[in-house]
């Protein structure tokens, strides 16, 4: 029996999207923007991610300097079949090829040495949670602090979170030209980022973290074209979806006004120089501040 032709093309179009997604994967693994390990660690924590549905030819493919001879002979010494996919390996493969691309693919950065790491990404991605894992498991890391016009969420501190300010106290900072960056989010509040704070850390020689939203993050990059961009995905858009319902802090309609701005902001990760899976905010935290911290060759 033949499928229904909305099922057919339904079908059809999430066959794109895949293929779509797995080579965005393959050029950010190919330009250093994220590591082949990482990649593999979120196919095996996550079995219904892109990630888990990739080959590991396609994974290889990515790598510079392989070409389809090498892959196929590393494959032979790894016995891995040129058919598997990364979330269907076995243990010993897992370890086989995480030793193999830690030694062939070691992730480095390259560019300009910049002190200010921006953190974006979409909402409910959990850039706040990762932002406060440093905060407080890396105290040598400074981390900005935004100011916004919305109330504070249960838990959120005054000049820890947020600046807390209402409407005319941001339109005079605007107008004062107080901040680095400023945006409207979600059609609603007001976020900005005082420069003062920034530029003094810069000046004596310390690292800033600045987590902002998307629309920040490219004031940022226009006005310090030296700013390393870290934009933070989601494991799976599932995922994504249960984050922000179980969080419970907007209404229905507000959560399905910011799932569809988070459809809009995925779409901007090609413009960051690093990509950063949030499968676990520790791992996720930790890859932030060895970006901050490399040297550059």
């Given at each position: 029996m033949k499928p229904p032709e909305v099922d057919r093309a339904a079908g059809s179009r999430a066959a794109v999207a895949?293929?779509?997604a797995r080579a965005a994967i393959k050029t950010a693994v190919r330009e250093k923007r994220r590591s082949a390990v990482g990649v593999l660690?979120?196919?095996q924590g996550h079995p219904d991610s892109i990630e888990a549905g990739m080959r590991v030819t396609d994974l290889l493919q990515a790598i510079p300097g392989l070409g389809p001879v090498r892959i196929r002979r590393n494959l032979d010494k790894l016995e891995i079949s040129p058919s598997?996919?990364?979330?269907?390996?076995g243990l010993h493969q897992q370890g086989r090829l995480r030793s193999y691309l830690e030694q062939r693919a070691p992730f480095s950065v390259s560019g300009?040495?910049?002190r200010l790491v921006v953190l974006a990404g979409p909402t409910a991605v959990g850039k706040g949670t990762v932002a406060s894992f440093i905060r407080e498991k890396f105290p040598d890391v400074s981390l900005s602090?935004?100011?916004t016009t919305r109330a504070p969420r249960p838990g959120e501190v005054e000049g820890v979170s947020y600046y807390f300010v209402d409407d005319a106290e941001f339109d005079r900072m605007i107008a004062a030209g107080e901040f680095l960056e400023w945006a409207v989010v979600h059609n609603h509040h007001r976020y900005g980022t005082p420069r003062a704070p920034i530029d003094a850390a810069i000046a004596a020689g310390n690292g800033v973290l600045l987590e902002i939203d998307i629309q920040g993050a490219r004031q940022v990059r226009a006005a310090m074209p030296e700013a390393r961009l870290v934009f933070l995905l989601p494991p799976t858009w599932d995922e994504l979806v249960r984050r922000l319902i179980g969080r419970g802090t907007e209404s229905e309609e507000e959560q399905a006004r910011r799932l569809k701005t988070a459809e809009v902001e995925l779409a901007a990760q090609n413009e960051f120089d690093f990509l950063v899976v949030n499968n676990d905010v520790e791992a996720a935290a930790s890859e932030v501040v060895d970006l901050m911290n490399r040297r550059i060759a």
């Amino acid at each position: 029996m033949k499928p229904p032709e909305v099922d057919r093309a339904a079908g059809s179009r999430a066959a794109v999207a895949a293929r779509r997604a797995r080579a965005a994967i393959k050029t950010a693994v190919r330009e250093k923007r994220r590591s082949a390990v990482g990649v593999l660690d979120t196919a095996q924590g996550h079995p219904d991610s892109i990630e888990a549905g990739m080959r590991v030819t396609d994974l290889l493919q990515a790598i510079p300097g392989l070409g389809p001879v090498r892959i196929r002979r590393n494959l032979d010494k790894l016995e891995i079949s040129p058919s598997k996919r990364l979330g269907g390996l076995g243990l010993h493969q897992q370890g086989r090829l995480r030793s193999y691309l830690e030694q062939r693919a070691p992730f480095s950065v390259s560019g300009p040495e910049s002190r200010l790491v921006v953190l974006a990404g979409p909402t409910a991605v959990g850039k706040g949670t990762v932002a406060s894992f440093i905060r407080e498991k890396f105290p040598d890391v400074s981390l900005s602090v935004s100011a916004t016009t919305r109330a504070p969420r249960p838990g959120e501190v005054e000049g820890v979170s947020y600046y807390f300010v209402d409407d005319a106290e941001f339109d005079r900072m605007i107008a004062a030209g107080e901040f680095l960056e400023w945006a409207v989010v979600h059609n609603h509040h007001r976020y900005g980022t005082p420069r003062a704070p920034i530029d003094a850390a810069i000046a004596a020689g310390n690292g800033v973290l600045l987590e902002i939203d998307i629309q920040g993050a490219r004031q940022v990059r226009a006005a310090m074209p030296e700013a390393r961009l870290v934009f933070l995905l989601p494991p799976t858009w599932d995922e994504l979806v249960r984050r922000l319902i179980g969080r419970g802090t907007e209404s229905e309609e507000e959560q399905a006004r910011r799932l569809k701005t988070a459809e809009v902001e995925l779409a901007a990760q090609n413009e960051f120089d690093f990509l950063v899976v949030n499968n676990d905010v520790e791992a996720a935290a930790s890859e932030v501040v060895d970006l901050m911290n490399r040297r550059i060759a």
